[in-house]
Nanobody, 128 residues
Framework: QLQLVESGGGLVQPGGSLRLSCTAS????????IGWFRQAPGKEREGVVC????????VYDRTVEGRFTVSRDNTENTVYLQMNTLKAEDTAVYYC?????????????????????WGQGTLVTVSS
């Protein structure tokens, strides 16, 4: 019943842009902490950006700050990740997650409090 669905991944050349979407059903994303995570081949999952449930403050990973921007459209119950100036090292499966009381704590990793709802992931490949 509680679902997140990511979309927008694909193949893009270095320097290009993509916008990922994460749409919720069964709950209101506006009331949740949100995290975008990514997992590159052979590497651990890492936080990309976190939005705290309390005040909506954001924390970006240092590798993406200045290139990626997270935003919300509450009418669409969707969060977006605008990714610009993409690099090969951005190649990964990108996941969104939501936790009712999730917070960032100065880290781009959304903290699990009530239990994360995860999307299925969308693959971003940055290659020439």
């Amino acid at each position: 019943q509680l679902q997140l669905v990511e979309s927008g991944g694909g193949l893009v050349q270095p320097g290009g842009s993509l916008r990922l979407s994460c749409t919720a059903s069964g709950f209101n994303l506006a009331n949740y902490g949100i995290g975008w995570f990514r997992q590159a081949p052979g590497k651990e999952r890492e936080g990309v950006v976190c939005i705290s449930s309390s005040d909506g403050s954001t924390v970006y990973d240092r590798t993406v700050e200045g290139r990626f921007t997270v935003s919300r459209d509450n009418t669409e119950n969707t969060v977006y990740l605008q990714m610009n100036t993409l690099k090969a090292e951005d190649t990964a499966v990108y996941y969104c997650a939501a936790d009712r009381l999730g917070w960032c704590g100065g880290s781009p990793d959304l903290t699990t409090v009530m239990g994360k709802i995860w999307g299925q992931g969308t693959l971003v490949t940055v290659s020439s």
